[in-house]
C-alpha cells in the first residue's frame, strides 16, 4: 500500500501563483513516476505534470511554461509551482503515485485549486 498525502491548493485570482505538494509513504518503489491529473466538473481527469524517479519530467501542453513540477526522491515528495494561473486551470488536482512496471497505481484524495477571472 502506498498512501497519497495532498497539501496546498485553494483560491487565487488570474495571474497569480499557487503551489501543492504530494507526499507518498508506505511500500515505495523504483523507478517509479509520481505525477499531478486534474480533474474540472464535467471534464475527464488530465495529466498536469510528472516526474520520474529516474530523472525526467514532462507536463500537459495547457500548462507549459507556467508550471514546474518537482520531486525530492528522498522524501517521496513532490511539489507543483503553479504560475499565471488562468480560470480555466481551476480543477481538483489529484496526486499519483506509479510503480513504472504497472503493478502498484494509487491517487491521493484530491485538492480544489479555484483561480476567480
Known amino acids: 500500500q502506498v498512501q497519497l498525502v495532498e497539501s496546498g491548493g485553494g483560491l487565487v485570482q488570474a495571474g497569480g501563483s499557487l503551489s501543492v505538494s504530494c507526499a507518498a509513504s508506505?511500500?515505495?518503489?523504483?523507478?517509479?513516476?509520481m505525477a499531478w491529473y486534474r480533474q474540472a466538473p464535467g471534464k475527464d481527469r488530465d495529466l498536469v505534470a510528472a516526474?520520474?524517479?529516474?530523472?525526467?519530467?514532462t507536463y500537459g501542453d495547457s500548462v507549459k511554461g507556467r508550471f514546474t513540477i518537482t520531486r525530492d526522491n528522498a522524501e517521496n515528495t513532490v511539489y507543483l509551482q503553479m504560475n499565471n494561473l488562468k480560470y480555466e486551470d481551476t480543477a481538483v488536482y489529484y496526486c499519483?503515485?506509479?510503480?513504472?512496471?504497472?503493478?502498484?497505481?494509487?491517487w491521493g484524495q484530491g485538492t480544489q485549486v479555484t483561480v476567480s477571472s
Open positions: 516526474a520520474f524517479s529516474t530523472g525526467p519530467r
Open positions: 499519483n503515485y506509479r510503480h513504472l512496471s504497472g503493478r502498484d497505481d494509487y
Open positions: 508506505g511500500n515505495i518503489f523504483r523507478p517509479n513516476v
